[in-house]
Every structure is written in structure tokens, then in C-alpha cells.
């Protein structure tokens, strides 16, 4: 088997959070600690799924404040590293209560919506969509103001655990970008840097709906959802009485862009998709995994089940996204999970580097996996929910609109 060029970060007789404060310490800016709710690997999201009751989840998703009241799963860091792939999850849920499946399948075919739109649109999709402002505008005070309790609380919840339930997600975008009028690139980095299950695709399509980019209307949050979804929250807020979310601000609707053609008609929609059945060019070495397929039902990990594992953290993508020590610490103790399975090698440097030492992978639905798919070995196909076709992404109802039943 040939060497790998790229050094190696060594795994064995250590912990995540030692990995992470000895090699990795200079990508991540805050001190080094892990998530007290959440814990990565493959056992943890087993664990997981396995305790999922979403008995009552179309009524209580949208729940914030106090977390005994939320319906959401907290399945999103799992889903985001294909520990949990949505195939798997939409079956879990198949006798569930109704009302709650098919809302809870909703949300999973949103994730899928985000995934379609990066595959298609890649980096264009940090461009508004059909309607917006530039996303890079500069503005002149901070607009999470942390006197007011429903921005301060969902940041030091985001700060201290890497995760936030969708409501609080849409408060603090729409606070940043609609009642705050900054552009949302530097928030969205913020949560990237945050969140657990923070992904370019669902990131930024979150991002993109807060501000109203698919239909001119963004998204503003007021008073009145905080006092519903936190019952208590304002009472104890130092501007409970001088409420700058009091009245809704009748936001300005966004002026149309000219849109990418591609949200309207994907040109090369296999290439988008990537490979129906796997494609064997070479025998493989090694299987390659990448961020997107961590989990044990990654295709080329179950393909090849006698090949060692590799994994690339790439120096120069952790240094300009300085991402917080519970996110790597997530992902070393998913390697140190599967290490305990599979001999698993963990390098610092572009997974491109990897791939000419005769990889088995998994298509990846991000444009960062493009320059990787024409020199893998064997390429295997990527666990779609629904494999995208041409038709339209200009709004998550057009694309349901066009597509048939999942699973
Ligand atoms: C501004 C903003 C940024 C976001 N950034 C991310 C991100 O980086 N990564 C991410 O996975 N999700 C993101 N979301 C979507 C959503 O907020 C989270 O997926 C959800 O809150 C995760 O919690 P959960 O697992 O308990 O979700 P549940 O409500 O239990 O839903 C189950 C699963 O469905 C998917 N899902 C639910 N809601 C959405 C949604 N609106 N869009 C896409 N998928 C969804 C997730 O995979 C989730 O785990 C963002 C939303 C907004 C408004």
C-alpha cells in the first residue's frame, strides 16, 4: 500500500478533547471544551434515534424556552455528518402519530431542499436567490443587542452547546439581518463557526428564507412569538419595557435579482447528483470520508468493510473558519468512535492529497467534493432521500411541487 503524503495526526491512548487542545488548537479561537449536549460518534447517534418519541413534534417543534417544552429532536448534529443519513430517519418515524410524522418528514425534506440547492448552485447559493440586498453590507452597531433576553439567551445556549432549535435560529437571523439591516454573510459565519450541525447547505438556505430571498419576504420576528414560544422570557428582560420588537417593522420586501438560471432548470442534473450505482475505476486502498459521511452507513465504509479509513482536516479551510473546539471535538470523537471498529487515520491537509492513494468514496453533494470525484477509485453513490432532477429550486413548494414520494 503506498504512503500518504500528508502528516498524520496521531489518535491512539487519547481523548478528543486532548487531540483537539494539542494539534488542532490554533483553528479553533475559544478554549478548548466539548458540547455538554451532545457527544459525536456513531454509538451516540444510535443512542439517539433510538430514544426518538416524536409523539407531539407538530405541536411543540417550535417550542423555545424553558427546554422541557421542546418538541425538536436534536438529531441535526448526527443528520449533518451522515452519522444519521435521511433515508434511515424517514423510516425510524414510519408509525408515528400522523400529524407528527408528516410534519417531522417536512423538516427532513427541508434539509434535502438545502442539500439540492448547494449540490446545484454551490458557492452561488451566498448570493440571494431572487430577491435581496448584499449579503456582505457593512453596518454600524452590533445588531444581537444582549440586553434583550431573547437574543442573549440563544446565544449563550449556541456558545455553550453548539445548537440551537430552529425558532431561536430564525430570531437571531431575522434580528441580525431584517430589524438589524446588517448583511447576513458575517452572521451566518457565526453560526457556521457555532453549530454542531453547521453546514454551508442548510446554513445558508436558512440564511437566504430568514431574509425572504426566494420570495421577497423576509421574515421579522416580534414580541409576540417570544411570548408564545417562551412563555416567561420577557418578564426578566432588561428592556421589557422599552421593546424593540414590541410592533412588527412591515419590512421593506427585497429587491429582485437577477437569479442564477440554474434555480430555475439544472442543466447536468446526474452531475449534480452524482453516481446512480457505484463506479470502479481501480481497486481501492483505503476508504476516504469526508464531513458530509461520517457514520457507519457511509456506502464506501460498507462496501469495503476490510479497508482502512482515512480523514482530511484541511489547514487552510480550519484557519479561515476558525471553527469552535466543540465542533472538532464533535468530530474527533466520531473518528475515536469508529477508530474502536475500523483502523481509522486521521491527516492534516486537502482530501484532494488523499485521493491519488486508490480511495473508495461516497459522493458528496458540495462543491468542495468536485475536484476528488474524477480520481477516486470506486465512487459510490451519495444516500439521497430524493435524487434531484432538473426542475425548479425557487422555493422549497416549487421543488416539492416537482418532485415524486421519497423513500
Ligand atoms: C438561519 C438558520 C440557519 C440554519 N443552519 C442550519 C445548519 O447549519 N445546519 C442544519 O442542519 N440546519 C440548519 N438550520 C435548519 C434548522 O434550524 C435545524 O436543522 C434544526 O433546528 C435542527 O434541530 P432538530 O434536529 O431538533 O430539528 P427537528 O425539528 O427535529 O427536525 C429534524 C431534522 O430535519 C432537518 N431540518 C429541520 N428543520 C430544517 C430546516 N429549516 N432546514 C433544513 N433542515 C431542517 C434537520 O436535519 C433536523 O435534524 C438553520 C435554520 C435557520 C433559520
Redesign the pocket.
Known sequence: MPPLDLPAVPLTGRSAAEIVATELASFSGDPVAGSPAFRGGQEAADAVLAHLDITGYAAT?NEVWPPQRRG?????PF??HGLLTLPRVWEHVATAPRADREK?RD??M??EY?RHLYARLGRSLRQPLRYGVDPASAWTHDPWDRRMACIDLPLQELADTGW???QT??WL?SQWTVRGGAGWRAGAAH?HRH?L???HA??L???Q??VGSATGRPYAFGRWQVERRAPGLCQGCALRRACPIASDPAPLPAPPVDPDPRLRRDPDPRLTAGPLTPVHRRRPERVLLTMESLGDDDPALCAHPDLPVVVALDPALLTAWQLSSKRLIFWLETLLDLAARRPVSLHLGPARALVDAEVAVTFAPVPGFTPLAAGAAVLHPWPWLVRPGPGPLTSFTAWRRGLGTPG
Not at 72 to 76: F, M, P, R, T, V
Open positions: 417543534r425538536a429532536s436534536g438529531l441535526s443528520i449533518r417531522f423538516e427532513l427541508w434539509q438545502s440551537l432549535v430552529n435560529r430564525m437571523a453560526f453549530l450541525d453547521g453546514s442548510a446554513n438556505a436558512g440564511w428564507w430568514t
